[in-house]
């Protein structure tokens, strides 16, 4: 067996990942700049949201849960791994013509099932005249998101993931371009997403075929490989979908509040950069890794990989939790406090943004069991942990609103988030040792929090000493720029004489591109 190198898949996938999350940071500082919280933009959010959640469904929670293991095994063992390809392409096409005929046809129903609080004003109408521009735009990623898997599983991640990069690029140039030459902002942005979900099948199509894999579209048939593949993906879809799921339940609670749901996709959007840099990147390349190692009886390897991706996963994610809770107010001011977006929304997001961050941990470990279960092909398990998570988040949504209000789906989110690890590690006792962290990981994970903690208080010390350089506009850009260099420095450094990791094992690893 021919092993993907994790740590150079995790740091190539990482890497496009953050140019990603970068310019959908600008992205998003063009829309709350231009278009600021407000009725349209929640309109916007609620259009955009939809394409977005049936995507979760449809391209990554069915395809890379479902699709990939079996693709990566088939692809091990040399048996006709392009005909499953090819045969899973004709059937994806045809059940994504379906769903888009019946959003196109049902998308006043649709707008209302996901934000009820808009009937009666301006948004309804304007949500349900932008979805039928951008729901297309689910065809176009559902069929990226296979070819992308294709990829993946054959171990080539880097245009897979550089894709998400040009949908940003086009969107921050069509708001600039209607800016500058005039007309509506939100409709160059609007019209712009379904061009930009064209040049995305294009890119990992091509990289397909350059990989030797030619998929041409053809007609359906539903042979046994592919019944075992709907049977397969369709729990894995609602599981991998969950967190779409429960941020349309937090848009549906928050949807009768004045700019509450534009100031929550901000929020979900800034804690999505580490959540999208380190837990997509790791899910992405541990869930094809693991798949090989278990079909080829290599256990000690899979466990291996598993420990090492949970520390990878840690030393990234609980430092940004850290940092989400200590300085929430400069980080969402220099990042969007200009043009139509002023103080009070600053205020507002910036304590989402912290509730958020409590359970970013749980989002990043989601990504890292639950490919434990999709390589062995249960996708059943994840899917009843979905479901109790799922419930968990209704009701602490619903049922905390009348209390604080408009935060509580974030403070939903994050709880349901924590019930979904608790599951996935109670369920996977019975999968034997490749499924718990070994003597290394248990070593260094406490060291990391211990890292971040030191973090943490010399980050709140520096806003406590220098915080009043957030108020002056020259001077604030710089300010968090030394609090994230200090922050960064501080975290390291402790972690280094803590023991929590060594960083020439990173310079090593990168050398042989293997494990760390």
């Known amino acids: 067996m021919k092993p993907i190198k994790l740590l150079s898949g995790f740091l190539t996938v990482g890497f496009w990942t953050l140019a990603s999350r970068i310019l959908g940071f600008a992205r998003e500082i063009l829309l709350t700049a231009y278009v600021g919280p407000g009725p349209v933009m929640d309109a916007f959010v609620a259009a955009f949201r939809l394409p977005n959640m049936f995507r979760r469904f449809f ?114 140039s069509a708001m600039v371009a209607g800016a500058v030459l005039g007309g509506e902002v939100i409709i160059w942005l609007v019209w712009t997403i379904p061009v930009a979900g064209v040049a ?41 979908g969950v967190t779409q799921i429960n941020l349309v339940v937090g848009q549906l609670v928050a949807s009768d509040i004045e700019n509450a749901v534009s100031w929550l996709f901000v929020a979900d959007r800034l804690y999505q950069l580490p959540l999208g840099v380190v837990g997509i990147a790791v899910g992405i390349v541990l869930l094809p890794d693991l798949s090989r190692r278990l079909r080829a009886g290599d256990d000690t390897g899979a466990r291996d990989a598993f420990s090492r991706a949970g520390e990878f996963s840690l030393m990234l994610t609980i430092p940004s939790t850290v940092a989400f809770l200590v300085m929430p107010i400069p980080l969402v001011s220099v990042l969007y406090e200009r043009g139509a977006t002023g103080p009070e929304d600053v205020t507002a997001i910036a304590l989402a943004v912290a509730v958020y961050g409590v359970g970013l941990p749980s989002f990043v470990l989601h990504k890292l069991l639950q490919p434990l279960y999709f390589a062995r092909e249960d996708t059943k398990s994840p899917f009843r942990f979905a479901l109790v998570a799922m419930v968990v988040n209704a ?122």
Not at 497 to 513: D, H, I, P, V, Y
């Open 59 to 172: 391209a990554e929670g069915a395809f890379n849960a479902a699709f990939v293991p079996m693709f990566a095994k088939k692809f091990e063992a040399g048996d006709d791994a392009q005909g499953f390809a090819q045969s899973a392409l004709n059937l994806l096409l045809t059940a994504v013509l379906v769903l888009v005929g019946f959003g196109m046809v049902f998308m006043p129903a649709l707008v209302w099932a996901t934000a009820s609080g808009f009937s009666g004003d301006m948004r309804f109408d304007m949500t349900v005249g932008f979805g039928y521009i951008m729901f297309p735009y689910i065809l176009l990623m559902s069929l990226a998101a296979l070819f992308s898997g294709v990829l993946n599983a054959t171990g080539r991640f880097a245009a897979a993931a550089a894709a998400p990069v040009l949908l940003n690029i086009f969107a921050c």
């Open 395 to 516: 009701a602490l949504a619903f049922g905390l609103k009348p209390v604080v209000g408009w935060i509580a789906p974030a403070v939903a989110a994050s709880a349901a988030g924590w019930v979904m690890v608790a599951l996935l590690i109670f369920g996977a006792r019975g999968m034997g040792e490749v499924a718990r962290f070994d003597a290394r990981f248990h070593r260094r994970v406490w060291r990391i929090v211990a890292a971040s903690a030191v973090m943490g208080v010399v980050l709140l010390a520096l806003v406590s000493t220098f915080g009043w350089l957030f108020t002056l506009p020259s001077w604030r850009y710089l300010a968090l720029l030394g609090l994230i260099i200090l922050g960064a420095i501080s975290y390291f450094g402790a972690g280094q004489l803590l023991g929590a990791f060594k960083l020439g094992e990173f310079k090593r690893a990168m050398r042989r591109g293997g494990h760390t």
């Open 200 to 240: 995305q099948l294009a890119l990992v199509w091509g990289a397909a075929e350059r990989a030797g894999i030619r998929l041409r579209i053809g007609r359906p048939r539903l042979t046994q490989e592919m019944r075992n593949l709907v049977r397969v993906a369709v729990p894995a879809a609602l599981a991998m």
